[in-house]
């Protein structure tokens, strides 16, 4: 199979990521319970791993390195945990419905209001955006690259015309791992990542890292090995938000896919807008295709057809040619919306370093014959 669905979750890992995972699941405790040489041992490699992520991402501290599932879990922690009744929240129509669907359920209580900022030629105004916040706005919550097209706003600006106050919480689901985020040089106040994409860690890794500016209620309730006396939570990071057992063997080779994109970053970044690049000008040779994206360090690549479904294309692609692509709409609503694709979706194409250019040209071949049907 040829994989170019990415963006969904990363489709080959690098070997190292792979000999962690088998050998945390060969052999583990649970760490930070026992006191015991392999819990210990299973203990130091999270704490190793949450020093990596606060160092890559440039987090005020590893205390502030909160294991999660996923990226979906970080981002409802982070809604829940840091929004109070009667706040106000800007947020984008380029998000996931890992944030549009927590501030519509907080909305629909009555807990807090939000505004959208829309779509100005692809991307966000951070004029604009900054120009929804009031008195009562407690936060801006922003993608770092979208999910459907790979276009990335412009966080440095957006941070610079915000007030002081105000929170700016991430989604790095797809920019984690493919752009050099910086929390402390680009003001992020909360960081939500996913683990299994751009990070080439496994299914079932995320994390949150927050800034010293930021408190954070408990959304899980549970045991963590620490002032297991009390029926209250731990009132200290990152015990107060990592309720029961962390998946370790997950958490493992996270620490194995950071420590190699840590080596390897400039070269994967480049070889993705190459691959992206050449896709773009491919795909813009054939008539009644139109492209959403511009070539992009995330690997993204949108596309539609003005006679033929995303979902079929994808389908066709899948059961003919054996390449794996994602028809439709892409859990972000809005965005489909304001891209005036919320009918047929997009077929989205994502790549990662470890495909070829050789791959692409079987793709373009494929939908070369499909087009002509």
């Known amino acids: 199979m040829i994989y170019f669905d990415n963006a969904a979750t990363g489709g080959k890992k690098p070997e190292a990521v792979l000999v962690a995972a088998n050998a945390a699941i060969r052999l583990c405790a649970n760490p930070g319970r026992s006191s015991h040489r392999l819990s210990l041992a299973c203990a130091n490699e999270i704490l190793s791993c949450r020093k990596l992520l606060a160092e890559h991402f440039d987090c005020d501290s590893f205390e502030n390195v909160v294991f999660t599932k996923n990226c ?5 922690i982070a809604i829940f945990g840091a929004l109070n009744q009667g706040d106000h929240v800007v947020t984008t129509c380029m998000e996931h419905n890992s944030v549009l669907r927590p501030l519509h359920q907080l909305a629909k209580q009555g807990y807090l209001s939000y505004d959208i900022c829309p779509l100005r030629g692809g991307n966000i105004s951070p004029k604009e955006l900054a120009s ?30 915000l007030p002081e106050n105000v929170l700016l919480i991430c989604d790095g689901a797809q920019g984690g791992g493919h752009l050099p985020l910086k929390m402390r040089q680009a003001g992020i106040d909360i960081l939500c990542l996913a683990g299994h994409k751009g990070l080439l860690g496994i299914q079932g890794s995320g994390a949150l890292l927050f800034s010293s500016r930021v408190s954070l209620r408990p959304l899980l309730f549970g045991g963590t090995g620490s002032l297991s006396y009390t029926l209250d939570m731990p009132d200290f990071s990152p015990d107060s938000l ?46 009644g295709v139109r492209v959403y994206s511009e070539p992009n360090p995330c690997g993204i690549v949108a596309m539609s057809h003005e006679n033929k479904q995303s979902e079929y294309l994808a389908l066709l692609l899948s059961q003919k040619y054996d390449i794996a692509t994602r028809g439709g709409l892409h859990c972000a609503p809005l965005m489909h919306e304001a891209l005036g694709t919320a009918d047929e979706g ?28």
């Open 242 to 287: 990592e309720a029961g057992t962390l998946n370790y063997p997950a958490i493992a080779a996270l620490k194995a896919g950071v420590a190699y994109l840590s080596l390897h970053e400039r070269e994967i970044g480049e070889k993705l807008r190459r691959l992206t690049a050449l896709t773009v000008r491919g795909l813009k040779r054939f008539r």
């Open 72 to 76: 979906t879990e970080a981002l409802n």
């Open 346 to 373: 997009l077929l989205r194409i994502s790549f990662s370093h470890e495909n070829t250019e050789k791959e692409v040209d079987a793709l373009l071949a494929s939908l070369q014959e499909i087009f002509s049907l």
């Open 132 to 161: 929804f916040v009031k008195p009562s706005t407690k936060a801006v919550i922003v993608t770092t690259a979208s999910n459907v097209t790979g276009a990335t706003p412009d966080l440095l600006a957006i941070k610079k015309l």
